[in-house]
C-alpha cells in the first residue's frame, strides 16, 4: 500500500503590501540598526580584536548566550524550507533539529568550558593549537566552501522567497538586500548586536 504525498496549494500571486505594512518594516529596520549602533558602542580610544567580535568582549549575560545559539540555528532555511518539508513528508524532518538541540548542549556542558579556558574563539584556532597552522587552514577553507556555497545560498535563497511572496521584490534583488544587510550589521556589530537583537 503506497501513501501518496499531499498536494501543494500555493497562494497563486504575490501579496501586495499596504503602506503601514512599509512603515512598520522601515521602523524595525531602523530601530535593530539602532539598537546595534547603541550596543555596540566602544569606550573612545578602544580598538576591537577578536575577543569583542566573537564573544562580545565576555559581557553578555546568560539569557541572551542562550537565545543567541537557538536564534543562530533558525532561519529562513528551518521556517520556509523544514516547514514545508514537514507538510509534505512528515514531521520526522524535526529529528535533525532535535539532533542540534542536543549537540548544542553536549558541546555547552563539556567542550565549551575547555575552550574558554584556553581562551579558543573558533574550531580553526582549535585545530592549530592542537595540530598546526595546515590543519587550520585547512579546516577554515573547507568550512567557508560549505558554509558560502551550501548554507548561505540556501538561507539568501528562500528569505528572498519569502520577500518575494509578501512583497513582490525581484528575487535578486532580495537576496542582494538580505546578503548586504546581514554582512553590514555582522560587521558593524559584531556578536553583541546579533545577540541582542
Known sequence: MTIAAPKIRTLGKTMKLASIDITLFVVYVVALVGIAWWVSREKQGHQKDTNDYFLAG??????????SLIAANISAEQIIGMSGSGYQLGLAIASYEWMAA??????????LPIFLKHKIYTMPQFLEQRYDHRV???MAIFWLGVYVFVNLTAVLWLGALAINTIAGVDMVYGMMFLGLFSLTYSLYGGLKAVALT
Open 102 to 111: 542536543i549537540t548544542l548542549l553536549i558541546v555547552g556542558k563539556f567542550f
Open 58 to 67: 565576555s559581557s553578555l549575560p546568560w539569557w541572551a548566550i542562550g537565545a
Open 136 to 138: 587550520r587552514k585547512v
